[in-house]
């Protein structure tokens, strides 16, 4: 790992933190309006879009300056950027495989939120399992006609425009015969469902598509090649740096360390407690691997390398030390960290989802990394097939007894 703060990355923090302190709204953000507002001035303070080309609207800046801003924000509890599904691996997917029209007809506007995006690439029956998806696209001359239910769909109930995986030749073997294609979501074949989450919030949801349409002009990529669309997407859902989430989480540690100092058991402070400190101290030594295990990866894109399938390897560990380091809290605080509505001695904690909660939000929250942009298991697979080159999976309905 080689990672040195220049001068200039120094001047740049600076620079951000006063900003940040000028400007952080100091009430919640309430509607969709307000957080649109707050992130088109983060945005045209070049905080949002930070690695994007200038061209389409972004900053050209470093991945160490990015890391600079997650760090600050989370620092001085920011409310994120919205449409983080658009600008982090859907506006990226455009920009690999785009024609230069789509470019220019969707990115700026993406970058601005002025358009929310969604991902329709889960279905009821293809989550693990992708190329399993049934979702149908029939060539209508100059567009599709879609009809089809997608599943999971975050930020589906505000999304104004979604990137769908569909199958346009359903004779084709599983992998290939599907296509990528943009689709508006504001049409009348288009039925958004929310779902009800265990933390209470409805920030995912059902799509259905009922003789929707979407032009062929929207098309990604070549027809029937979506399946490598799909794989670019993903590369930039698993990818990137966790430096933003590790701050988080140090920040939560330090509440918890202010809590066990102010709840009482037997009469004397938590902290006191043995076997409270020796979880504590193992959840901080665990911090601290999050700690440089995010700084390798931004030493590597600092250098210009990509992380590829080895992506699967900081994705698998943070998020397994999620679920742990807030089961661990929750039993530390007992019944005091079971109470879903915040108050002053558990300040509200960000959630990876940008979510405001308390200690029980965060925790049930925590399941949720394990699962999307790939669960843990698919991680474990594609890190022994990918990256250890150990033999490919033999999966047990095609094992002959
Ligand atoms: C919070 C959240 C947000 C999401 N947002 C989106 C979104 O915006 N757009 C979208 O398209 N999708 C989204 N998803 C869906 C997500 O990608 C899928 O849930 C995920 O891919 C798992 O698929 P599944 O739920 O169908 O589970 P399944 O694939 O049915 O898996 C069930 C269990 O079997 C295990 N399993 C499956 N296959 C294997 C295997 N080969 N080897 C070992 N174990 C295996 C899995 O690990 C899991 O434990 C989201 C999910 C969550 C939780």
């Known amino acids: ?18 900003w940040l302190e000028a400007n952080t709204p100091t009430d919640d953000l309430k509607t969709l309006a307000e957080r649109k507002a707050w992130h088109r001035k983060l945005y045209e303070a070049g905080y949002v879009g930070m690695l994007w080309p200038k061209e389409y609207g972004g900053w050209g800046a470093t991945a160490m300056q990015q890391a600079i801003v997650q760090d600050e924000m989370a620092r001085i509890g920011a409310p994120p950027a919205i449409n983080g599904l658009g600008i982090g691996f859907i506006g990226p997917t455009i920009i690999v495989h785009g024609t230069e029209a789509q470019k220019q007809r969707y990115l700026k506007k993406m970058l601005t939120a002025e358009e929310i995006w969604c991902q329709l690439y889960s279905e009821p029956n293809a989550g693990s399992d992708l190329a399993g998806l049934k979702t149908r ?32 030749d359903p004779k084709a073997a599983k992998h290939k015969g599907i296509s990528c294609v943009l689709l508006n979501m504001r049409q009348p074949g288009v039925e958004v469902r ?136 929750l039993e530390i605080l007992g019944p005091w960290g079971q109470m879903m509505t915040a108050r002053e001695e558990f300040e509200e904690i960000d959630t990876s989802s940008g979510e405001a909660g308390t200690w029980a939000t965060a925790f049930l929250w925590a399941r949720a990394g394990t699962i999307y942009s790939g669960s843990s298991e698919i991680q474990k697979n594609i890190i022994g097939e990918r990256v250890l080159g150990l033999p490919k999976e033999v999966r047990a309905d095609r094992l002959r007894s």
């Open 194 to 329: 929310p779902l009800k989450q265990i933390t209470g919030h409805s920030l995912f949801s059902e799509v259905f598509m009922t003789n929707a349409r979407a032009d062929k002009s929207d098309l990604i990529g070549k027809l029937d090649e979506g399946w490598a669309i799909a794989q670019t997407t993903l590369g930039y859902e698993r990818g990137g740096n966790s430096l933003g989430r590790v701050t988080r989480y140090a920040i939560a540690f330090r509440q918890l360390v202010r809590a066990t100092k102010q709840l009482r058991r037997n009469g004397r402070p938590l902290i006191e407690d043995p076997v409270v400190r020796a979880k504590m101290g193992r959840l901080y030594a665990e911090l601290e691997v999050q700690r440089y295990a995010g700084l390798r990866v931004l030493s590597a894109l600092n250098k210009g390398d990509s992380p590829g399938a080895a992506s699967s390897i900081t994705k698998l560990s943070y998020t397994e030390f999620e679920k742990r380091y807030y089961d661990t809290a």
């Open 137 to 168: 696209a029939e060539d209508a001359g100059d567009h599709f006609v879609v009809n089809g239910q997608k599943i999971w769909t975050s930020s589906g109930p505000i999304a104004d425009w979604g990137i769908l995986l569909c199958r346009t």
């Open 1 to 18: 790992m080689d990672l040195n703060y220049s001068a200039d990355d120094r001047a740049f923090r600076e620079k951000t933190r006063r």
